[in-house]
């Protein structure tokens, strides 16, 4: 079982910045891939931006690129987004999740209760 905790959520103005940490715990020796999801009202939930442990490659959303960074620290078993030029359309709940990647992206991780981000002004 692996679990996960989302935290650095808050409210932003559009054009600001905010870092989300998730930290992963139990069985983590499996991991090879983490990953941001977002949720926004009446939408479903959709992954932003993917990273593997092995070579560190990451994946982003259309929507999301140039604007977040996804970092992991494997000794750490955590994992970050920084997000820059906040728009009112990122306003949402994020999760993170853990798995791996062979061919696609598989999640097995517990869906954790998530951080709001809300961008406004």
């Known amino acids: 079982q692996v679990q996960v905790v989302e935290s650095g959520g808050g409210l932003v103005q559009p054009g600001g910045s905010l870092r989300l940490s998730c930290v992963v715990s139990?069985?983590?020796?499996?991991?090879?891939?983490m990953g941001w999801f977002r949720r926004a009202p009446g939408k479903q939930r959709e992954l932003v931006a993917a990273?593997?442990?092995?070579?560190?490659?990451?994946d982003y959303a259309d929507s999301v690129k140039g604007r977040f960074i996804i970092s992991r620290d494997n000794a750490k078993n955590m994992m970050y987004l920084q997000m820059n030029s906040l728009k009112p359309e990122d306003t949402a709940v994020y999760y993170c999740n853990a798995g791996y990647y062979s061919g696609s992206y598989v999640w097995y991780g517990s869906w954790g209760q998530g951080t709001q981000v809300t961008v406004s002004s």
């Open positions: 139990g069985s983590t020796f499996s991991i090879s891939a």
């Open positions: 990273i593997t442990s092995g070579d560190g490659s990451t």
